[in-house]
């Protein structure tokens, strides 16, 4: 299965401010996918990053807040924008594994936001 | 978009005790897939179900899919402090995402 490096692992911000979150894959994959879940809560997917295409958004989350880049097929990035406290949550990169869905897919080790 | 229902949302059971999660959906799934998250970590797959009925093992855990595939669950024999974490069920949908069930965590008391 495909190896996912994610960073940063966790981090401290001050409202009002970005944080940028980077996902590298060790192989070529098609979609990147990229989730939130907050303290005690499941997995809701914010949006499918498609290389050489705009993201696809989910209802409820909005390109100017998480604004997504996927330069190349092993690459992609969240921003979280303008941040409030609401938005402090774990934030997962997640992806389909070349060897196809048999093997599930595989998600980063998450990125601990804290907005103060 | 497809919801995916789950229960309980918290279970603890004695060490040796069985255990089980259960998902449900309203409509058909194509399939269901199975996944782990420890304390502090991140959700690892387990087994993915594709067919109508289908069973599979993993040494102490026995995973089905209803024979509607509106339905599955996830059985643990004889828990052990290892199996402590939240099971999740998720659904992938036409677009290959996956939409995830609220969880089920298990704590498994010495």
């Known amino acids: 299965s495909a190896v996912i490096s994610q960073k940063p692992s966790r981090d401290i911000c001050q409202r009002g401010t970005s944080l940028t979150i980077q996902c590298q894959v060790d192989?070529?994959?098609?979609?990147m996918f990229w989730y939130r879940q907050q303290p005690g809560q499941s997995l809701t997917l914010i949006a499918t990053?498609?290389?050489?295409?705009?993201?696809?958004?989910e209802s409820g989350f909005v390109i100017d807040k998480f604004p997504i880049s996927r330069p190349n097929l092993t690459f992609s990035t969240l921003t979280v924008s303008n941040m409030s406290p609401e938005d402090s949550s774990i934030y997962l990169c997640?992806?389909?594994?070349?060897?196809?869905?048999?093997?599930?897919?595989?998600f980063g080790s998450g990125t601990r936001l804290t907005v103060v | 978009g497809q919801q995916v229902m789950q229960i309980p949302q918290y279970q603890h059971v004695q060490e040796g005790e069985d255990f089980t999660t259960y998902c449900n959906s309203s409509?058909?799934?194509?399939?269901i897939q199975w996944y782990k998250q420890r304390p502090g970590g991140h959700p690892v797959f387990l087994i993915q179900?594709?067919?109508?009925?289908e069973v599979k093992k993993q040494k102490r855990l026995t995973f089905q899919f209803g024979e509607a595939k509106k339905n599955s669950s996830l059985h643990i024999t004889a828990t052990q402090t290892t199996d402590v974490g939240t099971y999740f069920c998720?659904?992938?949908?036409?677009?290959?995402?996956?939409?995830f069930g609220s969880g089920t965590q298990l704590t498994v008391l010495p």
């Open positions: 997640s992806v389909v594994p070349p060897t196809g869905l048999t093997y599930g897919y595989t």
């Open positions: 192989s070529q994959v098609t979609m």
């Open positions: 990053a498609n290389q050489g295409s705009e993201a696809t958004y």
């Open positions: 409509t058909t799934l194509s399939n």
């Open positions: 179900l594709v067919k109508s009925g």
């Open positions: 998720a659904a992938s949908g036409s677009a290959r995402q996956l939409t």
